[in-house]
């Protein structure tokens, strides 16, 4: 089946710091969605992104479809403690497939104060 | 406007027993979604309603069944829990199929 590959699994960074992370696919998708998940909590929708090419940011968060339609990139700027969490990305199929969100596996971000 | 709601929130079963999970949402979409998650593995998809009167099986469907009781409820059923069901249980809505999906705060189950 289709597989995301998100990286980087965890990463530490201080206060302050820019931080990226990335979803790559052998297949194409027709959306990208980036998540976040606090711990015991569900998780909570952050960008939503339909065209290859796109770039939208909600706050300090910024996310781009990638051109090739394999691929999405998320950045934060200017970390925060409160941006601890899990991140994931989800991305779905073109119509006429079956068009489930598949999901990575989640980069893990703490931030030291 | 609550969004997603799941119950119960945690729940323990010893193996064999049966239970439901619970779930409503008040955003009137039409697509709801029941994943499992667990540690390593992400969220996998094991049934959907892509509108009311339809069920489909996910990526992960077997020793589930589901009911979609109307728009705004979806339950998930365990007939004989086995602790390879421990995990964490989220539902999802969306409005359309192909779109954003809205999650629960999920439903913590252990199976002993």
């Known amino acids: 089946g289709q597989q995301l590959n998100q990286s980087p699994q965890s990463m530490f960074i201080q206060e302050g710091e820019d931080v990226s992370m990335n979803c790559t696919s052998s297949?194409?998708?027709?959306?990208w969605l980036w998540y976040k998940q606090d711990p015991g909590e569900g998780p909570v929708l952050l960008i939503a992104?339909?065209?290859?090419?796109e770039l939208t940011s909600n706050g300090r968060l910024t996310a781009q479809f990638g051109t090739t339609r394999k691929d999405s990139f998320l950045n934060i700027s200017a970390s925060i403690p409160s941006d601890v969490g899990i991140y994931f990305c989800?991305?779905?199929?073109?119509?006429?497939?079956?068009?489930?969100?598949?999901f990575g596996k989640g980069t893990k971000l703490s931030v030291k104060p | 406007n609550a969004g997603v709601t799941q119950t119960p929130k945690f729940q323990v079963l010893k193996t064999g027993q049966s239970m439901t999970l619970q779930c409503a949402q008040d955003m009137n979409h039409n697509s709801m979604y029941w994943y499992r998650q667990d540690p390593g593995m992400g969220l996998r998809l094991i049934y959907y309603?892509?509108?009311?009167?339809?069920?489909d099986k996910g990526e992960v469907p077997n020793g589930y069944n589901v009911s979609r009781l109307n728009k705004r409820e979806f339950s998930l059923r365990l007939e004989s829990a086995a602790p390879s069901q421990t995990s964490v249980y989220f539902c999802a809505s969306s409005e359309k199929r192909w779109g954003e999906q809205y999650f629960g705060p999920g439903t913590r189950l252990t199976v002993t």
């Open positions: 297949s194409i998708f027709n959306t």
């Open positions: 989800a991305g779905q199929s073109p119509r006429g497939s079956q068009g489930n969100l598949i």
């Open positions: 992104l339909y065209k290859a090419g």
């Open positions: 309603s892509a509108s009311e009167g339809t069920t």
